[in-house]
């Protein structure tokens, strides 16, 4: 169990990993774009435009499941002062920041054939909307704060009042009046989604899961160097 635990097997164990998913990242993303754009077929109402589900769901849902991720991690960090998830969360931000701007983004082009226009101050957008700025503050405040204890608290405290947002991310196309569609694919309840698309979108959610994995080890094992560099200059 020590073994496990131990910083520099951990760095190693991440190589392997990261040798791993990048011997089948390229095949996957193939596969995932032959079946989002040719094996998928077109949908009855939005045509081709509907396409942009295949990158913007997995998108939003990757960059709520990474800011749900910090948050779990900050609060635990801030009460045991387990330093090793603090490099955790920080390596999550940016890719679930980059997710978020995909979303809305994306969310943006699908917007404007099926609503007529880029952008509306809709409950899910605008809270989407909010999401990225907490990301961003959440960035800044362990990047250009060197006080560890303060910036620790910052980010604890943004990261719950974000969790919150992430509630209301969810369930504001149920509590409000919105032009954003209700939630097509339900764990628990009834899937609207065809199986035809909804295989698609799987294969893209599993590409785009892998890729972050590419970028978060490779973004762990940085952070791993240089809090290693600033250890050594400290002797």
């Excluded at 949908?43 to 998108?59: C, E, F, K």
């Excluded at 943004?158 to 954003?180: A, E, F, P, Q």
Aim: hydrophobic content about 55%; charged content about 10%.
């Amino acid at each position: 169990m020590i073994k496990f635990l131990n910083p520099s097997y951990i760095f190693y164990l991440t190589g392997k990993i990261l040798n791993f998913i990048k011997i089948f990242i390229i095949p996957i993303i193939i596969i995932g774009i032959i079946f989002s754009l040719f094996v998928a077929p077109k949908d009855y109402i939005q045509g081709d435009a509907a396409r942009i589900m295949y990158v913007h769901v997995p998108s939003a849902w990757i960059s709520l499941f990474c800011f749900a991720l910090i948050s779990f991690l900050s609060i635990v960090n801030f009460i045991f002062k387990i330093k090793s998830l603090s490099l955790i969360y920080k390596s999550l931000a940016p890719i679930g920041l980059a997710f978020n701007f995909i979303a809305i983004i994306t969310g943006s082009l699908w917007g404007q054939p099926t609503w007529g226009t880029w952008w509306a101050w809709d409950a899910r957008l605008t809270s989407m909307l909010i999401l990225m700025f907490f990301y961003i503050i959440f960035i800044f405040s362990y990047k250009f704060i060197k006080n560890t204890e303060k910036s620790s608290k910052i980010c604890t405290t943004v990261s719950i009042l974000g969790l919150i947002n992430i509630v209301v991310i969810k369930y504001s196309v149920n509590w409000w009046s919105t032009l954003h569609q209700t939630s097509s694919i339900n764990i628990s309840g009834k899937t609207t989604v065809h199986f035809s698309m909804l295989i698609p979108l799987g294969i893209m959610l599993f590409t785009f899961l892998m890729y972050s994995a590419l970028i978060f080890l490779m973004k762990y094992r940085i952070e791993t160097i240089r809090v290693k560099k600033k250890g050594l200059k400290k002797l």
